[in-house]
């Protein structure tokens, strides 16, 4: 078995956590308190139920996550929502005070409190695994909890940090970014949602997770072990940062009149407009693409797509990586959670790209950090609280382009 531990880091990281269970929940049958309805998994593991969920002697699957949040509101949703029966208990934790959106908080201070505990909780999770392939990590590169608490956990050793970006460019292999902002525009577009709120968002980036674990869930060709992401997609290590889009985004209302070919949700992967962080991919060049269909698709129908796309020459590549796409077809159809807003689809696809464009994300952050820095917002609270720590004057000789990080959600692998 090759399982993953997922950790959900502050509000958001929670947030997307509970849209992607319930989905997962859906695509394997399993109901909110663990059981699967006439379950033939009971007494033998299966590969498809255990890389995620871990299974009781009493045929309950509880999955292998955990949650952390410095302030206990957001998990106490969880606690008491539709699938609280569904996690243990010990994998939900939460502190006392809340980060106030403030690095320093959940960096220095209130993050310490709490961080052994949760080293402990996922060492015990890893003792559970009989080949642990690593780790995904949901947090939001903005705010004091996930930004802070999340450079926290996953610093081996922990040294002065600002910046969450930075944390993720030395200690993640595989980081991949969603943004809010484009993520709106998606669900207003194409939703027709007017006033689109988190949940909205949530389930949209769920359907993005869940695509890009399919392979590692299910059988599939592309992207079967967390360990080929990184191998796909990046040719140097520091070179981690990927775009991400999915297609098609459809709404239940137009299901009955819209049913998308290969070739039209491929084109449209590549368009700005269905990327999942505001940046234009044709700005820039790719390094690497892989391309995971689901659902009604056939190799044949790839191949033409593919190569549709490469006579339009839309797409550069640059002169020292092979200009190819890796394409990886699964046949598990794409789920819907019920009422939502998505349409059940035949078809879909999700690209995860290595693109040089990617630096549009980080120069529009760190011209927001200046404007916040120029008029030394937080600069005393995160000072206090880097010098009362040991960690000196951290805002010092921060500056440098592309080290901020404010207004993101991180997937790490």
């Known amino acids: ?89 010990e994998q939900l934790i939460s ?25 402990d909780r996922i060492r015990k999770l890893a003792d559970n695994c009989t080949g642990l392939q690593g780790f995904l990590v949901f947090n939001a590169v903005g705010g004091g909890t996930g930004s802070g608490f999340g450079s926290l956990l996953l610093a081996p050793v922990c040294g002065v940090r600002v910046l969450s970006t930075h944390s993720l460019l030395e200690h993640t292999d595989v980081s991949i970014l969603l943004d809010n902002e484009a993520i709106y525009d998606i669900c207003r577009r194409s939703l027709d949602i007017e006033r689109p709120n988190y949940s909205n968002l ?17 059988d599939g060709a592309l992207n079967v072990d967390v360990n080929e992401f990184q191998t796909n997609l990046v040719p140097y290590p520091r070179i981690h940062f990927m775009l991400s889009s999915y297609a098609p985004v459809i709404s239940s209302a137009k299901a009955f009149h819209e049913q998308l070919s290969v070739a039209e949700i491929t084109s449209s992967a590549f368009e700005p407009a269905s990327m999942m962080v505001k940046c234009d991919p044709r700005h820039g060049k790719y390094m690497a693409c892989c391309l995971m269909y689901r659902g009604d698709v056939v190799p044949k129908d ?53 693109s040089t464009s990617v630096v549009e994300v980080f120069s529009r952050i760190n011209s927001k950090f200046d404007l916040m820095y120029a008029k030394r917002a937080f600069a005393r609270t995160l000072n206090a609280s880097a010098r009362g720590h040991g960690g000196g004057g951290v805002l010092r000789g921060t500056r440098g382009p592309g080290r901020p990080g404010e207004g993101l959600r991180g997937g790490c692998c």
């Not at 509101?73 to 029966?85: K, N, P, S």
């Not at 191949?303 to 200009?323: E, G, H, M, Y």
């Not at 699964?330 to 995860?352: E, F, H, S, W």
Request: charged share 20%; proline share 4%; with cysteine.
């Open 1 to 89: 078995m090759r399982e993953c531990i997922s950790v959900h880091i502050g509000q958001a990281g929670i947030q997307v956590g509970n849209a992607c269970w319930e989905l997962y929940c859906l695509e394997h049958g399993i109901q909110p308190d663990g059981q699967v309805p006439g379950d033939k998994t009971a007494g033998h593991h299966d590969d498809a139920f255990s890389t995620f969920f871990s299974q009781t002697g009493a045929g309950k699957h509880v999955p292998r996550a955990i949650f952390i949040d410095l302030e206990p509101t957001v998990i106490d949703e969880v606690r008491t929502g539709t699938y609280r029966q569904l996690f243990h208990p």
């Open 302 to 354: 790839v191949n033409a797509a593919v190569s549709l796309i490469k006579t339009k020459r839309t797409i550069q590549f640059v002169d020292w990586c092979p200009t190819g796409f890796k394409c990886g077809i699964n046949y598990q159809a794409p789920t819907v959670v019920p009422g939502a807003d998505l349409a059940k689809v035949q078809r879909a696809v999700c690209m995860i790209s290595n």
């Open 202 to 218: 949530n389930r949209l980036v769920s359907q993005v997770i869940s695509s890009l674990t399919t392979s590692l869930r299910f």
């Open 95 to 119: 502190g006392k005070e809340d980060a106030a959106n403030n690095f320093a908080r959940g960096h220095y201070t209130i993050g310490k409190e709490i961080v052994d505990l949760c080293l």
